[in-house]
Nanobody, 125 residues
Framework: QVQLVESGGGLVQAGGSLRLSCAAS????????MAWFRQAPGEEREFVAV????????DYADSVKGRFTISRDNAKNTVYLQMNSLKPEDTAVYYC??????????????????WGQGTQVTVSS
């Protein structure tokens, strides 16, 4: 059974930092992209960051470029999201995502098959 478990969310002041973790179990994802999405109340789940393969290419939503960094530790089957210079508009539930098979897209929810339960990030002003 595949499980993705996010942790590291919380309340932080604007300008602060958090590091989110997503620990996967049930299979290895080292050969697959993993991604972070977020969803604010009343909004669609939106792409945040992706790492396309082990130590591979990364990409970010324009809104987080220069502030967020995605990385992975394949020995731990874990993906991270380092979030710096946080803004109130970053407030959302953050989800990690993984896929079971190849497809040629990265930036939509349809590109992924497995999702974590989400972790709340709240940025106060």
């Amino acid at each position: 059974q595949v499980q993705l478990v996010e942790s590291g969310g919380g309340l932080v002041q604007a300008g602060g930092s958090l590091r989110l973790s997503c620990a996967a179990s049930g299979r290895t994802f080292s050969g697959y992209p993993m991604a972070w999405f977020r969803q604010a109340p009343g909004e669609e789940r939106e792409f945040v960051a992706v790492i396309k393969r082990t130590s591979g290419t990364t990409d970010y939503a324009d809104s987080v470029k220069g502030r967020f960094t995605i990385s992975r530790d394949n020995a731990k089957n874990t993906v991270y999201l380092q979030m710096n210079s946080l803004k109130p508009e970053d407030t959302a539930v953050y989800y990690c995502a993984a896929r079971a098979y190849y497809r040629d897209s990265y930036y939509s929810t349809d590109a992924y098959d497995y999702w974590g339960q989400g972790t709340q990030v709240t940025v106060s002003s």
